[in-house]
């Protein structure tokens, strides 16, 4: 064998051990913050402070969905296809896509968290 060759290989386990800490440590972080951020929300937001407005075929609408539903964060949610009073109301806001999210009335394009519990907050 090449010594050469066993010395690199020996060389590259701290640097991946580096690796995965940081990215270990970068989950946590991530993990921490969207636990952090539900708890919040579910703290602020009321029955009939959430609503979404959103599509049938939308996989933005779907992601929200399920965070919400299972972070246990009142919303309503209405469909533009299928909910005639829903594409009135889309309409009305001039809205540009779904989710639209519908906070105390604020109109916001897209789900971020942060700014939903923002919007809350006033």
Known sequence: ???TKGRSAKQFWP???????????SQAASWWLARSQAQTLRELAKPGDIRMISST???FCEKARRWMTAQAVP????????DAACMSEYQARGARGTPTMV???????GFDKQRVA???KL
């Open 1 to 3: 064998m090449d010594k």
């Open 15 to 25: 640097l991946l051990l580096i690796v995965l800490g940081v990215w270990s440590l």
């Open 57 to 59: 075929t939308c996989v």
């Open 75 to 82: 919303f309503q949610e209405c469909f533009i296809e299928t």
């Open 103 to 109: 906070v105390r009335g604020q109109t916001q394009l």
């Open 118 to 120: 923002q919007a809350l």
